[in-house]
């Protein structure tokens, strides 16, 4: 068991990447029992900085000191045998194991051919009981919600022998709910002789748990101070270094006809005998953002898939300007008018492998000018991406490079550009900022605003009840494959949409 | 601009570096092979890449060899760019010869371009066929397009040995009872002009390098190409921007199995002239290779045919020299993929690319950034 860490420093660190300044002379402290944020948009360092502390790479210049003795950090074992373990924000689990095998997998075992299950159980049942953290041991992971997956990966860190945790973005993938058992559960962990760095860009969730708050921005550590004497505001503006202000919408007094009318829609769930939508209905008109407020996992994305021609309905009607659209192809459907930002933006908005300039022209290929008879032309495809590329502020090398290497930012600039420019009658947008930082979640809202003044009927479908708030017209609460209630925007206060969303209908409790 | 092409050129690098890296590690073990068959490797290896380079019999069969293998791997090359494999190449050539020698002997007074044209088009219906049913079976029926493919195969093989000893028989077989199972020889006008007296270089080369250009043309520069390989690098990207991947995954089997048809119009009208037992000598395999080795690019595909052309050519020469069997070359082949694909995995990890890197004297990638450029 490594000692305890009363206190870990990192001194003027800095780290070079060919071309890159990822660091530049970055020094931070975490005392026992503190939970340090690391705040900063995406390409801030955070990450960086965090892997040279756990040893996945070596710092250029700079030291580390454990407890006043400078400490060589090489690779993930050395922090490890020191107390320092990490989270990361995708969870390393092997699914088809139990939680036991899991954890067992990264132990020193006594022996070379003997797994000693029972000793792990001992282990993780100490640590379940000093932390408060209840795991099910012979569970297999496949079988555990993404909450439970992220207690696992908190008890096989604690039961190495870690008493600093690095957790990196570790509410990405967690609804709300499972985002605020995740804090009160780390505000318990650090009662005992624990500390935590929390790497986030959410404000919100580092002004609830941090002790203090360290903010880089390219590279630099541009703040470090008490997380209570600063406002979020304050905070968000230290990131991006500019004041930050929340796109909200004007109030309008009329609105166009209704361009995308879903009338009572039934449909299939991924599970036999089971209806993912049932009996669902909900409008949108012309220059009006309708949210779809509720908890994942209740038939949006099915909604959402409907809609485009995706999954088969097998009752009730979609019009899109007047037009049934029920169960037509997806290629009809686009053609009919209607934008989609799918909910993951790598693999179902855009072809990662593909340049920028190929997944530009997706769903215009087809159609002059990109293309004569069967022949791509060339010159109009670019000139179109670079134009595109330009008018959106995609942050790409060229049109040439692959979506895969651009951040989730660009990606999604990427496929706002590919869509509004289609100028679609209706725009369905899926958790459109999901991750993203708060520079790029302001952009993505601008052009979505922007597509409400140009007319278009916008669905927007998101579990955050702020960006909920500050865009839609309308929200319309989707429990169970139903829609709840739809309220307009004036009447919604977050409370009751919080009961909404958890199935408790309106006026009843 | 300048760094995207940089980065162009460098995975090109990779690439060949992969695929030479591999051919040597397949020599290499191969040289096992020929050790523990009691022969000298260094001389085996010697007579089978410098003998047929050395004179024209060796030149001229080496691209004889080159031509229908150019054919297969295009196909298999344009299968794999769509998110399918095809290993039923060798049933697809069958189909092909047999739709081919039909249409051939059927009309065998057409004139010269007309019949030929006609030959390689019925050739690509067969072929693209018995490709289509895979392609069919995997889009609607989820059936694995491997196990088709293959089972596809035994079935071709039978049903091209009865019609080879039944209905297409040489009726001048039955005649003297000699009952060889062929067809009959087609006309003069449905054969391939061969260029030189004395040798069987025929234009099914120039034929086949010509189709490499259009599979390049077709898959890079068309709208049809360009949804072909979107459906392949990402399904459901592709469905999303409406795009119907069932359609494409049956079009990339019609279109790789009729390549591979053609391949076998190629051999009955350039080398044989009629229709025959093995007539394939495991093209529809070999062209998997050839494809790999080719980077699955049309224009990597070229050479790539040529250099198997040349394994093959060179594997008969060394049997006689040295008295190994030639059938070692299969063996070698396999090597060969097992390494290219194996390599691949090796030099995906990004540490080792840089190690490979630093040993040609490259620069670094793989310390990049994780965040590099994000943001």
Redesign the interface.
């Known amino acids: 068991m490594a000692e305890i860490i009363d206190r870990l420093e990192m001194n003027h660190i800095t780290k070079r990447f060919p071309g890159v300044l990822a660091l530049d002379d970055v020094t931070i402290h975490l005392r026992k029992g503190e939970i340090l944020a690391l705040l900063g948009e995406n390409g801030a360092g955070k990450t960086t900085l965090m892997n040279v502390l756990y040893g996945l790479y070596h710092q250029d210049e700079g030291s580390v000191l454990i407890n006043g003795q400078e400490v060589q950090i090489y690779e993930p074992l050395d922090a490890l045998k020191r107390g320092i373990g990490m989270v990361h924000q995708h969870f390393m689990l092997v699914p088809n194991l139990t939680v036991l095998e899991n954890i067992a997998l990264g132990m020193y075992q006594h022996s070379e051919f003997k797994l000693d299950l029972e000793r792990v159980r001992g282990r993780v049942k100490e640590v379940a009981e000093r932390y408060n953290l209840s795991v099910k041991p012979d569970a297999y992971i496949w079988q555990l919600s993404v909450g439970e997956q992220q207690r696992v990966e908190l008890v096989k860190v604690l039961t190495l022998g870690a008493n600093v945790l690095i957790l990196d973005e570790p509410t990405a993938a967690l609804t709300p709910q499972q985002t605020d058992a995740l804090i009160d559960l780390l505000r318990q962990t650090v009662l005992q002789d624990t500390s935590i760095i929390f790497i986030s860009h959410k404000l919100n969730e580092v002004k609830a748990i941090s002790d203090r708050v360290a903010v880089l921005r390219n590279g630099k550590l541009v703040f470090d101070g008490n997380t209570a004497d600063h406002s979020a505001a304050d905070l968000a503006e230290k990131m991006a270094g500019r004041e930050i202000k929340y796109p909200k919408i004007q109030k309008k007094d009329e609105y166009g006809v209704p361009i995308l009318q879903v009338q009572n829609v039934w449909a299939d769930g991924d599970q036999e005998g089971t209806d993912s939508l049932q009996g669902l209905s909900v409008e949108v008109r012309a220059g009006e953002i309708v949210g779809v407020a509720g908890v994942s996992g209740n038939g949006q994305r099915e909604l959402a898939d409907a809609i485009n021609g995706i999954r088969k309905i097998k009752e009730g009607r979609i019009v899109l300007d007047g037009e049934d659209i029920s169960n037509h192809s997806p290629q009809q459907i686009i053609d009919r008018g209607m934008g989609y930002i799918p909910e993951d933006r790598l693999h179902e908005g855009t072809i990662p492998r593909f340049s920028v300039r190929e997944n530009l022209i997706m769903k215009d290929y087809r159609r002059a000018p990109l293309s004569k008879a069967l022949f791509l032309r060339k010159g109009e495809i670019d000139s179109r991406s670079e134009s595109l590329v330009k008018a959106f502020n995609v942050k790409t090398p060229d049109i040439q490079t692959s979506c895969a290497s651009l951040s989730g930012g660009n990606i999604q600039k990427v496929i706002l550009a590919r869509e509004i420019t289609r100028k679609p009658k209706a725009l369905l947008a899926a958790y459109p900022i999901r991750g993203l930082d708060i520079g790029a979640s302001e952009y993505v809202h601008n052009q979505l605003i922007q597509a409400r003044e140009e007319g278009m009927a916008v669905l927007l479908i998101s579990e955050e009840l702020d960006e909920l708030l500050d865009l839609c017209d309308r929200i319309a609460v989707m429990y169970e494959g139903k829609i709840l209630d739809v309220l307009p925007r004036e009447e919604c206060t977050k409370q009751e949409l919080g009961l909404l969303m958890a199935g408790v209908a309106h006026g009843k409790e | 601009?300048e760094?995207?092409?940089a980065?162009?050129y460098r995975e090109l690098a990779v690439s060949t570096v992969i695929v030479l890296f591999s051919l040597m590690i397949a020599l290499i073990l191969g040289a096992f092979l020929f050790a523990v068959a009691g022969a000298n490797p260094l001389r085996a290896y010697g007579v089978m890449l410098a003998q047929p380079l050395s004179g024209m019999f060796g030149l001229t069969e080496m691209m004889v060899r080159a031509a229908p293998l150019m054919l297969v791997g295009l196909g298999i090359a344009i299968a794999f760019r769509s998110g399918i494999l095809n290993i039923g190449g060798e049933g697809q050539i069958m189909l092909g010869v047999v739709f081919g020698t039909a249409v051939g002997l059927a009309l065998p007074n057409l004139p010269k371009p007309l019949l030929i044209a006609a030959v390689f088009l019925a050739a690509f219906v067969g072929g693209g066929l018995w490709g289509g049913i895979a392609g069919w079976m995997r889009a609607y029926l989820n059936v694995n397009e491997i196990l088709s493919t293959v089972m596809l195969n035994y079935i071709a093989v039978q049903v091209y040995q009865y019609l080879l000893r039944g209905p297409m028989i040489d009726p001048n077989e039955v005649a003297y009872g000699t009952g060889v199972p062929q067809t009959a020889l087609l006309s003069e006008n449905a054969r391939l002009i061969r260029y030189i007296q004395g040798f069987r270089l025929h234009s099914g080369l120039l034929i086949a390098i010509a189709l490499a250009v259009v599979v390049f043309l077709f898959l890079w520069?068309?709208?049809?190409g360009?949804?072909m390989?979107?459906v392949g690098?990402?399904p459901?990207?592709?469905?999303?921007?409406?795009?119907?991947v069932k359609h494409n995954l049956v079009l990339a089997m019609v279109l790789s199995g009729g390549f591979a048809g053609m391949a076998g119009a190629i051999e009955v009208m350039g080398v044989h002239h009629r229709a025959m037992e093995s007539i394939s000598a495991g093209y529809g395999f070999s062209g998997i290779v050839v494809a790999l080795f080719g980077g699955l690019h049309p224009l990597g595909i070229v050479p790539s045919s040529m250099v198997f052309g040349l394994l093959i050519v060179g594997a008969d020469m060394m049997q006689r020299a040295v008295d190994v069997p030639a059938s070692i070359i299969l063996a070698i082949q396999g090597l060969i993929i097992v390494a290219i694909v194996s390599s691949n995995l090796f030099l995906k990890n990004p540490k080792m690319r840089d190690k490979v890197f630093s040993l040609l004297g490259g620069?670094?990638?793989a310390?990049?950034?994780?965040?590099?450029?994000?943001?």
């Open positions: 601009m760094k995207s092409s980065d162009k520069k068309t709208t049809v360009y949804r390989r979107a690098a990402e459901k990207a592709a469905t999303y921007a409406g795009m119907n620069r670094k990638i310390e990049r950034d994780p965040e590099g450029g994000r943001t």
